[in-house]
């Protein structure tokens, strides 16, 4: 059955990339897309396809996380790439890139070989590995990005940390123009955020706890934005969490640098209000920060400053977070809730529905394009990779422990009931989530 | 200290009992005194009168928790607190056990939690615990079946240092509505003045707050501060500061910070920020000086302020641990739901 | 619920006036007495005695306050617990007659814990106990030595006594639970 065509009927099709918003059927076949048009008027196959009714439903490209934590090797207790890609999948999300600090982190062609060989047999979904920008992640010395390149990379990143040598982001954002891949860069100037377990400002102080000031984050964003100049290299800045990125952002684009940024869900949805009583669920870098940086943040993604939401998925094994707030590791575990969070803000009326579904499918491929092996993906373009993803806009789910495929059940949303739910994910033409199934 | 009625025919009853009820009292721990109503400080205020009398006896003992159990954990180093709640707890009969947790013990992979339920499993009534990290208490309060009483935490809070400085105000200064207090030191790391700030302004209370600007929160002004913390006035001259103060309370100075790069020199610091004979002119006529204790001789206050009669730092003492008793009788006495 | 006086102010006054002259009676004068009202309404009760006694024989025997909170043996049965207050004997009560005053003897409870407080404060030469109102209902061995009025009451009513100094009036009432009463 798995290679069977699939009809999804009497759906509403939205795919940013064609500018597409109505209600159409869609057939997939062989992997790919195969034909959409008007309801009812597929073209018939030799073999009868597998029907999904769609109706009330939303059908659109299967959604491109530009960076989760799937943490194998080595963390296999807090995820690993089969619950991680199930989790996505339960998501909606069809293409993961899964960032490199893992153990051995992804900076030798070996270790990126495992994943892709453990994604192939293990994964239910895409999995497209983000190598080192140093080698060990140390900073120091950069990896063999070229190499890396070969082996299946799409960007390179020290995510977790960031590259503080800024002769060595020089010559990363140099180097990889080579391979025309961007660097992803985790900014925090870390003089300045050591120690630190939350957002600086009134909550912290309340709390006592140490804060991290937005300016830690924006300082290394400028710096970076500066040497993408200068080299000309590309440069994609994550989980930008700040009023003051997003404009670092914008004119960075309006001088016509090569920058590109993504945002997550949880900096899009909540503040630093959300540690109040310690909550370590909320504990997450770059921090939660102000209603202030949220509005910039939206203000961001309805400009096109900011190109991606990505959910910065970073799953932790109980014993991480069930502790002193200020001995917690950071992250949240966001691939399932990221739809649900989302279609807050466009039940709020913050957000259009069309532009939530754009910054997951068409945004981030473009941030990820001019790869010719990742091309067609994020859109519903005939022949383009069968990847859809279809979700009940007004489903209502709970999120609770049990509720969720990932291992890490760390979000700070746990007891939020949220509206949004995928009912389907379909990869490569085969359904690989399906609500209700087991 | 209010003098003793001594009573010639009849006096009205209610200058010497109070009238309050303990249903005021909303709290099964004590872990910060943001959330404490001035009826609960008062009631606290009230008992901690009738503990002191049990102090004054000879044999300073009421049986009122005999068969309940009070652990104190302490994560970091403490001598006063630690005793201040033992004796307290002595004072009213209940068993005490201490356990001495090294501060080294605090890292990754020893979990507070395993501890936590070892302690639970010794059947305790009240938790006392000192812990380096914000917050600590609070995973606490979620995890064990006990009354959990925060005797500091991190940079976060000390509700009883709060509650007997504020006891000791009110003794020497009849209320504290309308008082103004200054505290002076390094207020961005002090769990004594966030308690105090709370504690001060919810009795109406004005708080200035006066240190060297890199020990000064930026997020304390109101207009930064976003109704996450009392309106406090937070002024950098000390001259200024204790202008016309009811109290003058100096906070201890780590002698890491100048280390850390947060003061040029300690002898800076004393230059303008110890509490002299000076500065303190500029105070009210009998303003009170205090400090949480441990001084550091010659650093916060000078040696004449300190052994001075404006200072109160002794009686600070000895009336925490009526208060204590005070708290942990409110915590371990009532029903248990 | 039903209320009914059961004693007046002239009453309350005859009653005290009766307890103060068997006091002295009792102990041969006013010497080394030194009367102990419980908290509360003990304590008004207490000074109004010393009054009587000064009027009769001219010499007022020393007052105090008693709080016996922390020595009660229902603290963990009680949703709300007692406040505690000042306990307040402007005397070392070592070697002295105590009289303990309270309003209402009931089940005996308040005077055990008020006699372990008062011993934890000295030895006192004797201790004898007297009351506005004995209601009945002993939970314990103890009895008082000077009875202003014995009222027998059912244990579902409730004796209360208002005293000027607290209540603003002077009155015994007994409350009666009464469901649906004209």
């Known amino acids: 059955m798995s290679n069977n065509p699939i009809l999804i009927t009497g759906g509403r099709l939205i795919d940013p990339a064609q500018k597409l918003d109505k209600k159409m059927d869609l057939l997939l076949k062989d992997g790919h897309v195969f034909w959409l048009g008007e309801e009812g008027k597929a073209p018939s196959l030799p073999e009868a396809p597998t029907i999904l009714t769609a109706r009330g439903k939303v059908v659109c490209p299967g959604f491109i996380d530009l960076h989760c934590h799937l943490r194998e090797p080595g963390f296999e207790e807090k995820e690993t790439i089969a619950t991680g890609t199930r989790a996505g999948a339960r998501g909606g999300f069809t293409t993961l890139c899964c960032m490199p600090n893992t153990n051995p982190p992804l900076d030798s062609r070996a270790v990126v070989d495992y994943v892709i060989q453990k994604a192939r047999s293990e994964g239910v979904i895409r999995v497209l590995p983000i190598g080192c920008i140093s080698q060990g992640r140390r900073g120091e010395g950069l990896a063999e990005m070229g190499e890396l390149a070969e082996a299946g990379v799409v960007g390179y990143s020290d995510d977790g940390a960031p590259v503080s040598n800024a002769r060595l982001m020089r010559h990363a954002l140099e180097y990889s123009r080579g391979w025309k891949l961007p660097v992803i860069s985790h900014c925090e100037e870390i003089s300045l955020t050591e120690g630190g377990q939350m957002n600086e400002g009134a909550v912290a102080t309340r709390l006592g706890l140490k804060g991290m000031p937005a300016e830690a984050e924006e300082c290394m964003a400028a710096r970076d934005i500066a040497l993408a100049r200068l080299t000309g290299g590309r440069l994609h800045l994550a989980h930008i969490s700040s009023a003051g990125s997003v404009e670092l952002v914008r004119r960075a684009k309006e001088k016509g640098i090569s920058v590109t940024a993504e945002v997550t869900p949880h900096h899009l949805t909540l503040t630093e209000e959300k540690v109040m009583g310690y909550d370590t669920n909320a504990k997450v870098n770059p921090p939660l920060r102000t209603r202030t940086d949220i509005a910039a943040l939206l203000q961001g993604l309805r400009e096109g400053v900011i190109d991606a939401i990505a959910t910065d998925h970073a799953p932790h094994a109980a014993v991480d977070k069930m502790c002193e707030f200020g001995l917690a590791a950071f992250g949240i575990s966001g691939l399932e809730t990221a739809l649900g969070s989302l279609m807050t803000l466009v039940n709020q009326g913050e957000l259009e529905l069309g532009l939530v579904i754009a910054r997951l499918t068409s945004g981030p491929a473009g941030v990820l394009g001019g790869i010719p092996m990742k091309s067609g993906l994020g859109t519903l373009k005939v022949g383009s990779p069968a990847d859809v993803t279809i979700f009940d806009p007004k489903g209502e789910w709970l999120v609770s422990e049990a509720s969720l495929i990932s291992k890490g059940k760390n979000t700070p949303l746990l007891g939020t009931k949220l509206k949004g739910k995928v009912i389907a994910t379909i990869f490569g033409g085969r359904v690989v989530y399906k609500e209700g199934a087991p | 200290m209010r003098p003793m009625v001594q009573r010639e025919g009849a006096p009205p009853l209610s200058e010497t009992i109070p009238e309050i009820s303990t249903s005021v009292w909303k709290h099964n721990h004590i872990l910060d005194l943001d959330d404490f109503t001035r009826e609960e400080i008062e009631l606290i205020f009230v008992i901690t009168d009738g503990m002191k009398e049990i102090l004054s006896r000879e044999i300073k003992r009421a049986p009122t928790l005999r068969g309940k159990t009070v652990v104190t954990i302490f994560f970091e180093p403490s001598t006063r607190t630690r005793a201040s709640f033992e004796l307290a707890a002595r004072a009213l009969t209940a068993d005490v056990l201490n356990i001495t947790a090294s501060t080294s013990s605090i890292v990754k992979g020893e979990s507070l939690l395993d501890t936590l339920r070892t302690i639970q499993a010794l059947g305790a009534d009240v938790l006392v615990m000192r812990h380096s990290q914000s917050g600590a208490p609070y995973l606490a309060a979620r995890q064990v079946n006990m009354s959990v009483v925060n005797a500091g935490d991190g940079a976060h809070a000390h509700p009883s240092q709060a509650l007997l400085d504020m006891y000791t105000m009110r003794s020497r200064l009849g209320h504290l509505e309308g008082r103004k207090v200054v505290i002076i030191g390094d207020i961005l790391h002090s769990r004594v003045a966030r308690s105090n700030i709370w504690g001060l302004s919810t009795m109406g209370a004005e708080v200035v707050v006066c240190g060297p600007p890199t020990l000064l929160p930026l997020y304390m002004n109101e207009d930064r501060a976003g109704g996450q913390l009392p309106r406090v006035t937070v002024e950098s001259n000390a001259d200024k500061a204790v202008e016309g103060a009811d109290v003058v309370m100096a906070l201890r100075l780590q002698l890491e910070r100048q280390e850390k790069g947060l003061l040029p020199a300690v002898r800076e610091y004393v230059r303008y920020y110890q509490i002299t004979q000076e500065r303190l002119a500029r105070a009210k006529p009998g303003a009170l000086v205090m400090h949480p204790g441990p001084v550091n001789e010659g650093i916060e206050v000078s040696p004449e302020v300190s052994h001075g009669a404006n200072s109160v730092i002794e009686e600070q003492v000895t009336n925490g641990v009526a208060v204590r008793m005070a708290l942990l009788y409110l915590l371990a006495g009532g029903k248990k739901h | ?182």
Do not use: C, W
């Not at chain 3, 309404?41 to 000074?47: D, H």
């Not at chain 3, 617990?81 to 005397?91: A, F, G, N, S, Y």
């Open chain 3, 1 to 182: 619920m039903s209320e009914k006086v059961i004693a007046t102010a002239d009453d309350i006054r005859r009653a005290l006036t009766r307890v103060a002259h068997e006091i002295l009676e009792r102990n041969r004068g006013a010497d080394n007495l030194v009367l102990v009202g419980m908290l509360t309404r003990g304590a008004p009760l207490a000074q109004r005695l010393a009054d009587i006694i000064a009027s009769l024989e001219n010499i007022r025997p020393q007052v105090g306050n008693l709080d016996i909170g922390l020595y009660r043996d229902d603290l963990s049965l009680r949703d709300t617990q007692p406040v505690i207050h000042r306990t307040d004997i402007p005397t070392d009560i070592s070697d002295k007659k105590v009289i303990l005053v309270d309003d209402v003897l009931f089940t005996g409870r308040s005077i055990r814990a008020a006699m372990d407080a008062l011993i934890d404060l000295g030895r006192p030469q004797l201790v004898q106990l007297a009351v506005l109102v004995d209601r009945g209902h002993r939970e314990l061995p103890i009895r008082a030595d000077y009875i202003g009025k014995n009222i027998p009451t059912a244990l579902s009513e409730q004796i209360e006594v208002r005293l000027k100094e607290i209540d603003g009036k002077d009155e015994v009432v007994i409350i009666t639970e009464g469901r649906g009463q004209a």
